[in-house]
């Protein structure tokens, strides 16, 4: 009987996004995955730190992209340099995923691995790895694309979410899972607040948290029958894998690759999709108001990271990410406002329009005076 060491476990951590709405922390060359927010380490760290319990980091690869790789590069000093592939030009997650795929799968084409994003927050590491292995091994052991959904804890508008279909028996002759496994019956993109009420209440629904675990075979006979295109670009890439014609493959094929996601390319679609209950804590930081939910906050409920001193404020989130000359930050009267500074520039935003910071980086990009700080 097949077992879980039998497939060589991969991990494919995606790291290539611009993390706009943490400016001004978040740069184009050092976005919100490459900072240090919480946890003494950036998120990209954390990330690697934990699924190297389950995963060798031989087999650890992080896609990026070419502004970000001498970072990454310098973050992770004991990852190979070939398992950091720099993508020529953004093309959403589903050619992200199919170049991860057929890297691992030119390592061995019995591999099984699991996709996630490098920008997450994940207090409850042991949990996590128990789910993660409890994937793996289902993975392994048939052609199932497993998701890991996160049990909503609020009507968040934000993320995408999964219905549950019927609960999935253990296979046969293997030890029970931890994990609970379900048939995933509907994927529901972001939804209205009442709908999201909804879907909370009936304990049917779990957030869509961006992390699949598949074996080779199965990602590429998925592709092949939703995304034939994308299908005969990984078993190009396969084929250049591993030589130095990889590069100049990439640089000749990416741009002309279609640009999707991979919920959109092949989870709506696909039937043998299964859902593992991610019971874990579990955040993704979309803004500075997502990084309260971290930090200790005052009687005031003020939340700083760096020397804050007020008089009569209230609700604030104060970010220091000066590296030089800090003095501290002094607010008087102010209520439900961000105030981020940095050793260039500072921003000053109200609680409820931090998704907006996006618009601002857009701003900033079309100033000449400007266009330095993204």
Known sequence: MKTATSNPRFAIIMAGGRGERFWPVSREKTPKQLVTLL???SFLQQAVQRVLPLVPLKNVLVITNAVQAPEVHRQLPKLPVENIVAEPIGRDTCAAVTLGAAIAGQRSTSAVMA??????????????????????????RGQVIVTIG???????????????????????????????????????????????????????YRWNAGMFIWSFVTITQGLEKHQPELAAACQRWFQAAGTPRLAKVLAREYPETRKISIDYALMEHA????????????????????????????????????????VDAARNIIFDARTRNRTPIAVVGLRDAILVQTDDAVLLAHRSQAQKVKELVKKLSESKEYKKLI
């Open 39 to 41: 946890g003494g380490r």
């Open 115 to 140: 996709v996630l994003p490098a920008d997450q927050v994940i207090p409850d590491e042991k949990e996590f790895q128990q789910v993660l292995a409890d994937s793996f091994d289902l993975a392994a």
């Open 150 to 204: 996160i049990k909503p804890t609020e009507p968040a508008t934000g993320y995408g979410y999964i219905r549950l279909g019927n609960r999935l028996p253990a296979p046969q002759g293997v030890k029970p899972y931890k994990t609970t496994f379900f048939k995933a019956d509907q994927f529901v993109e972001k939804p209205a607040l009442e709908k999201a009420l909804e879907y909370v209440s009936s304990g049917q």
């Open 271 to 310: 039937q043998n999709v299964v859902v593992a209950d991610g019971v874990f804590a579990w955040d993704d930081l979309g803004s500075w108001t997502a990084l309260a939910r971290h930090l200790k906050a005052d009687a005031e409920g003020n939340c700083a990271v760096g020397d804050f001193i007020h």
